[in-house]
Nanobody
Framework: QLQLVQSGGGLVQPGGSLRLSCAAS????????IGWFRQAPGKEREGVSC???????NYVDSVKGRFTISRDKAKNTVYLQMNSLKPEDTAVYYC?????????????????????WGQGTQVTVSS
């Protein structure tokens, strides 16, 4: 069974850090483009970051300089390191994966046409 399993997330104070993990089961992420999305209550899902099959990374302007996406091939896992968190980063975060569609890691980053999705994890930034 092909699936993405997310971990990490939780409650953190403004200015704090969290790391989200997205582990693949049943397939290898090496040749996949991976996207991270988030959805806050009452808002549309938005693309936050992505990494192409070739390793090119991209970020939405609101997280540039604070979030870092990375891929660990040995662990078949992609991470989203989130630093200097703000209350407006509060949302459910999802990872997504697909192959042969590196174009998804460009433009607005919010194209949802990924085949595989993680289960989502809550990130709450509050004092």
């Amino acid at each position: 069974q092909l699936q993405l399993v997310q971990s990490g997330g939780g409650l953190v104070q403004p200015g704090g850090s969290l790391r989200l993990s997205c582990a693949a089961s049943g397939f290898t992420l090496d040749n996949y483009v991976i996207g991270w999305f988030r959805q806050a209550p009452g808002k549309e899902r938005e693309g936050v970051s992505c990494i192409s099959s070739g390793g090119t990374t991209n970020y939405v302007d609101s997280v540039k300089g604070r979030f870092t996406i990375s891929r660990d091939k040995a662990k078949n896992t992609v991470y989203l390191q989130m630093n200097s968190l703000k209350p407006e980063d509060t949302a459910v975060y999802y990872c997504a994966a697909d192959t042969g569609v590196d174009f998804l890691c460009s433009g607005t980053l919010s194209n949802p046409l990924y085949d595989y999705w993680g289960q989502g994890t809550q990130v709450t930034v509050s004092s």
